[in-house]
C-alpha cells in the first residue's frame, strides 16, 4: 500500500494495513503512534511526522474549541470534540483525526454518527457522518486539507467543512456547504459567514497581539 510521509522520520505501517478496516483495527492497537497525524485517505496511508504551527495553527484550533464548544456546550446542541477523536466514515474511505468536528442531537440520535468502543475501554471512536468537520492546513497539509478531504468530506455527506489557513497575512476561513455537485464557500457580508448547522453567523479575524505575534478571534452572532 502507498506510504506518503511528511518530514525525515517514518512511522513502521504493518503490513496487514490494505484497507480502511484494517487501519482501523492498527489504530486500537497497542503499538499505533498516538503522537502522529496519520489518516487512512483513499489511495494509501498519510503520515505527518512534522509539528504543529503554535500561531497559525494551535491557536486557531483552540479559538475555534473555545467559541463553538461552548455554543454546542451552553446551547445542548450535541457534541463537539476537538483534534484527538478518530473519525471514520466507510462511504469516503477515510479514517484519521480532524482538527475539530459537530455532530448534532439530531444526527446523535438518528445513528448517522455512532460511538464505536476499543478493544480494550471505553468509547475510541466516531464512525459515520458528523454535521460539520474542521480542518486548519499547515504547510505540510495543503492538498490533503485542500484537497483530498474536501472531497472525502463531501463523499461523506458531512454538511460543512469548516477550512481556515492562516499561513499568509491574511487569514482565510470558508464554510463549504455540501451541494448535490460539491462543496460549495458560503458567501461572505463584510466577513461574516452564516452557518446553516448552527443558524448563526461568524467572523474569524486575526491581528497582531502586543509581542508581534498572530492572535485571533472568532466572532458569532
Excluded at 455512532?114 to 458528523?130: A, F, K, N, Q
Excluded at 499547515?138 to 461523506?156: C, N, P
Amino acid at each position: 500500500m502507498p506510504t506518503f510521509v511528511y518530514e525525515s522520520a517514518e512511522v513502521s505501517i504493518p503490513d496487514w494495513v490494505v484497507d480502511l478496516e484494517s487501519f482501523r483495527r492498527w489504530a486500537d492497537a497497542d503499538d499505533f503512534p498516538e503522537k502522529e497525524r496519520i489518516w487512512y485517505l483513499p489511495g494509501g496511508v498519510w503520515v505527518d511526522m512534522s509539528k504543529e504551527q503554535i500561531f497559525t495553527h494551535v491557536l486557531i484550533k483552540t479559538e475555534i474549541t473555545i467559541v463553538v464548544g461552548g455554543l454546542v456546550t451552553h446551547g445542548g446542541l450535541g457534541m463537539y470534540l476537538t483534534d484527538g477523536a478518530f473519525f471514520s466514515n466507510e462511504e469516503a474511505d477515510i479514517g484519521g483525526k480532524p482538527d475539530g468536528l459537530f455532530a448534532s442531537n439530531a444526527s446523535l440520535d438518528e445513528q448517522k454518527v455512532r460511538m464505536v468502543e476499543g478493544m480494550e475501554t471505553g468509547h475510541l471512536e466516531i464512525e459515520g457522518t458528523p454535521d460539520m468537520v474542521l480542518e486548519v492546513v499547515s504547510e505540510s497539509s495543503v492538498r490533503k486539507d485542500k484537497i483530498v478531504l474536501r472531497e472525502a468530506y463531501w463523499k461523506a455527506g458531512i454538511r460543512e467543512y469548516w477550512l481556515v489557513d492562516a499561513r499568509k497575512e491574511t487569514l482565510s476561513f470558508d464554510i463549504l456547504r455540501h451541494t448535490a455537485k460539491g462543496y460549495v464557500a458560503t458567501r461572505k457580508q463584510q466577513g461574516w459567514i452564516k452557518s446553516n448547522v448552527f443558524s448563526k453567523s461568524f467572523r474569524l479575524t486575526s491581528r497582531t497581539d502586543s509581542r508581534g505575534n498572530l492572535a485571533c478571534t472568532l466572532a458569532v452572532r
